[in-house]
């Protein structure tokens, strides 16, 4: 079973401790990355038994469902023990209501990913390259969902779509809060497909010039122009001496 989101920002976190009283304790570090994320722009969602549902807003406004939407956020975290991976989870959140501020129901999806994974992810973020769609996948586990298990012990199942565009949490016991991640995938679109409009075919990549390399030929082309200028503008200079000269000889000899 899987959820499929799309970024839509995305921050890198970086935590300090100053070191503690003994001086051979290093300054403790801890760094993240945290994706507000959005449903896919499909029919995919996810309805909770709270009465929340994660959905995109064209189709939850269709449905009258506009209202009920739920925000989600996926931290990521780079593993430092193999423990780590064990707590990949999906939670719910409630919401939260104080006196100066207020904050809505929320899911998170909390995962852990090996430093070397982590550190291109970073990299990635860095250079505003974010993966057009991410793929959370859960444990098969017969209590988390299955084919038709008894109806109490269903806490994440499939909804009543063939397609399996539906899925839905029972989240209201608070044991059913948080469900294991088994996987998470990242997709990136380096290189979208284009469309013929009339015929909706593929159509072939055009090259495409890196911006340094288009500096480079803006100003190749400037300075050719200039030069050009020059010789026209001795040209025009040349052009008008003949024609004095022509003119003088022919008031000469006349």
């Known amino acids: 079973m899987w959820i499929h989101v799309r970024p839509a920002?995305?921050?890198?976190?970086?935590?300090?401790?100053?070191p503690s009283e003994n001086a051979s304790d290093p300054a403790k570090r801890k760094e993240y990355?945290?994706?507000h994320v959005l449903p896919t722009a499909e029919a995919d969602h996810l309805d909770l038994d709270t009465g929340e549902i994660f959905q995109?807003?064209?189709?939850?406004?269709?449905?009258?469902?506009?209202?009920?939407?739920?925000?989600?956020?996926?931290?990521?975290?780079?593993?430092?023990?193999?423990?780590?991976?064990?707590?990949?989870?999906m939670r719910y959140s409630?919401?939260?209501?104080?006196?100066?501020?207020?904050?809505?129901?929320?899911?998170?999806?909390g995962?852990?990913?090996?430093?070397?994974?982590?550190?291109?992810?970073?990299?990635n973020v860095k250079n505003g390259l974010l993966p057009e769609t991410i793929t959370i996948g859960f444990e098969r586990d017969p209590?988390?969902?299955?084919?038709?298990?008894?109806?109490?012990?269903?806490?994440?199942?499939?909804?009543?779509e063939p397609d399996g565009s539906g899925v839905v949490w029972h989240n209201k016991e608070r044991e059913n809060r948080a469900i294991p991640i088994e996987n998470v995938k990242f997709?990136?679109?380096?290189?979208?497909?284009?469309?013929?409009?009339?015929?909706?075919?593929?159509?072939?990549?055009?090259?495409?010039?890196?911006?340094?390399?288009?500096?480079?030929?803006i100003a190749s082309i400037q300075n050719m122009l200039v030069e050009m200028s020059k010789h026209l503008r001795w040209a025009a200079v040349g052009i008008i001496?003949?024609?004095?000269?022509?003119?003088?000889?022919m008031v000469k000899h006349t």
């Open 241 to 249: 001496v003949l024609a004095v000269i022509v003119a003088l000889w």
């Open 94 to 109: 409630d919401a939260v209501q104080g006196e100066f501020e207020s904050v809505p129901a929320t899911i998170f999806f």
């Open 33 to 35: 990355i945290s994706f």
């Open 143 to 160: 209590l988390y969902w299955s084919v038709n298990p008894p109806k109490d012990e269903r806490i994440l199942e499939y909804g009543w």
């Open 187 to 217: 997709d990136y679109a380096v290189l979208k497909p284009r469309h013929d409009e009339a015929t909706n075919r593929l159509l072939p990549r055009l090259p495409e010039i890196v911006p340094a390399r288009m500096n480079e030929q």
């Open 111 to 123: 995962v852990y990913v090996e430093p070397a994974t982590f550190r291109e992810l970073v990299d």
């Open 9 to 18: 920002s995305a921050n890198l976190l970086l935590e300090l401790e100053r």
């Open 56 to 89: 995109d807003y064209n189709y939850a406004r269709i449905h009258n469902k506009n209202d009920k939407l739920i925000g989600a956020r996926l931290i990521v975290e780079p593993a430092l023990t193999d423990e780590d991976y064990k707590r990949n989870r």
